[in-house]
């Protein structure tokens, strides 16, 4: 209790440790939009130092609900929270919501422990890189692609012309170092938590209670009964919410500016891909 609110009178004194949350919903990917919020180290930054501000409360609470995504904001976003969690000699307390697959099972590792629903989704320890492809298309309406590049490397995978196999053969490689460092980051913060078992780092993904089983994660819990049984009846629960405009809408990490109509065009094509990638993304877990 602070040396203000002990001065108060004790009808108007606050009761019971007030615990900050964090709820991080959504893919895990750099930018955004005015229209959809995505999860990166710019968006939940903010909500981050505020939680670990609060002075008075011995943990942080941060939700989790994301399939995952980009890996450098997840690791990111991971690092942001550990680095707090030091400066402020805090806890972190992780609760997986419906799932924290992948991106989203990295920015979990932060916490000290990881509490998920019996049918929550955890895990997939992977890598995985998803795209279209369009060259047969742009033939059908008569587009000619043109690219001029200095350097033989310059474009590759480009989605308006055929895969070639070495390209493909140096997204393997990109992949194995990400898997790689994705894997020592599970082994450094789970331990000897871990299970033996052989698939933990094939890129399945299991229920929590099967998580558990395994040492991805260190209960069965909701939240509140967690918080409760740990801090008190009347431990409270406090969201930390993000900036937000004038109009009540949350600040994304990048705003749309002023565009010409090639830029509208062009943004229309890759917003309707990427809006196919995530939904595919959501619904590889059933959701």
């Not at 750099?30 to 609060?54: D, R, W, Y």
């Not at 099967?210 to 009347?234: H, N, P, Q, S, T």
Request: overall charge positive; cysteine-free.
């Amino acid at each position: 209790m602070s040396f203000l609110n002990r001065l108060l009178p004790k009808r108007f004194r606050k009761t019971g440790l007030s615990i900050p949350v964090v709820r991080l919903h959504g893919t895990i990917m750099a930018g955004g939009s005015q229209f959809k919020q995505t999860l990166n180290i710019a968006t939940v930054a903010p909500m981050l130092e505020k939680a670990f501000a609060k002075k008075d409360a011995p943990v942080v609470a941060i939700s989790i609900n994301s399939p995952g995504g980009s890996p450098v904001q997840s690791r990111l976003i991971y690092q942001r929270i550990r680095a707090l969690a030091e400066e402020k000699d805090k806890k972190v307390l992780i609760f997986v919501e419906d799932v924290a697959a992948s991106g989203g099972y990295m920015i979990a590792l932060a916490g000290d422990e990881i509490f998920a629903d019996p049918t929550s989704i955890v895990g997939s320890i992977g890598v995985v890189s998803g795209g279209f492809g369009f060259p047969e298309m742009l033939k059908k309406i008569g587009v000619e692609r043109r690219v001029y590049t200095a350097g033989e490397n310059k474009v590759i995978l480009d989605p308006f012309q055929p895969e070639k196999e070495g390209d493909i053969e140096y997204l393997k490689t990109l992949q194995l170092e990400i898997h790689r460092v994705f894997i020592d980051m599970v082994k450094s913060r789970r331990g000897s938590r871990l299970g033996e078992d052989s698939t933990i780092f094939s890129g399945l993904f299991w229920t929590g209670t099967r998580g558990l089983e395994l040492g991805l994660i260190d209960g069965l819990g909701e939240m509140r009964d967690v918080i409760k049984r740990r801090f008190g009846k009347d431990a409270k629960l406090e969201l930390i919410g993000g900036t937000r405009t004038l109009f009540g809408r949350r600040v994304p990490g990048v705003a749309l500016g002023s565009a010409n109509l090639g830029e509208i065009a062009s943004g229309a094509t890759a917003g309707l891909a990427e809006g196919l990638e995530e939904r595919a993304m959501w619904s590889r877990f059933g959701l």
